[in-house]
């Protein structure tokens, strides 16, 4: 199998514009996260998806930043407009058990 | 969830038995120990999880106090890729909620 896979891996854009993240989870895991890691804020989960439908969005930092997940196979992450505080480095993670997630290699983003 | 408690920092030599404690005193019957990993620059890894036997697995050793309010992470053979954030995670494992709360971990740094 080949983990869960992330794109692009490294992203530069400038303020104002909008930034789309992408995941596909390992195939047959029907749970997927969302997660933000900063210096800062250290790893946060940002929201998480079963069976393609939305279950927890209470750490989705504000209206900027919208997720989706069309399908099983395939989730978006999008903020617009981007902002220079929304640089992180986005991990997407799946799991099937609950007991553990398999995490991407993340995007790491830059806004300036 | 419970909160844990991990020292900032660790060294060990390589080759030898690398334990990493970790403080869990509000822990409740029904919360897992979980351990992840980073290493530098790529996602989370899952290392091993538990409830209050002690487990092993190919990677490590988990073992937890007959109170439960601690437990140990064991690395048996440090080697110089296990050089990576630790994080001690407890949470309930049967529930519609997923999520993990990573905490500020331990970084383990090891030396040859």
């Known amino acids: 199998d080949a983990g869960v896979i992330q794109s692009p891996r490294h992203e530069v854009t400038e303020m104002g514009q909008e930034v789309t993240l992408r995941c596909k989870p390992i195939?047959?895991?029907?749970?997927l996260f969302w997660y933000r890691q900063t210096m800062m804020r250290g790893l946060e989960l940002l929201i998480y998806?079963?069976?393609?439908?939305?279950?927890?969005d209470s750490g989705m930092p504000e209206d900027r930043f919208s997720a989706k997940m069309p399908n099983a196979s395939f989730s978006t992450l999008k903020i617009q407009p981007s902002e220079p505080r929304d640089s992180a480095v986005y991990f997407c993670?799946?799991?099937?058990?609950?007991?553990?997630?398999?995490f991407g290699p993340g995007t790491r983003l830059t806004v300036t | 969830d419970a909160k844990t408690t991990q020292p900032p920092s660790m060294d060990c030599a390589e080759g030898r038995a690398a334990n990493l404690p970790c403080n869990h005193s509000?822990?409740?019957?029904?919360?897992?120990v979980y351990w992840y990993r980073q290493i530098h620059s790529q996602g989370p890894q899952y290392i091993i999880h538990g409830l209050k036997n002690n487990e092993t697995n190919e990677m490590a050793s988990l073992i937890i106090t007959e109170d439960r309010k601690s437990s140990t992470l064991i690395l048996p053979h440090a080697t110089l890729r296990d050089t990576a954030v630790y994080y001690c995670?407890?949470?309930?494992?049967?529930?519609?909620?997923?999520?993990?709360?990573f905490g500020a971990g331990t970084t383990v740094t090891v030396r040859a």
């Open positions: 995670i407890v949470r309930v494992a049967m529930t519609p909620d997923y999520k993990l709360s």
């Open positions: 998806f079963n069976n393609n439908v939305p279950i927890d």
């Open positions: 195939s047959g895991h029907d749970y």
């Open positions: 993670a799946s799991t099937m058990t609950g007991y553990e997630q398999y």
């Open positions: 509000t822990i409740s019957g029904n919360e897992y």
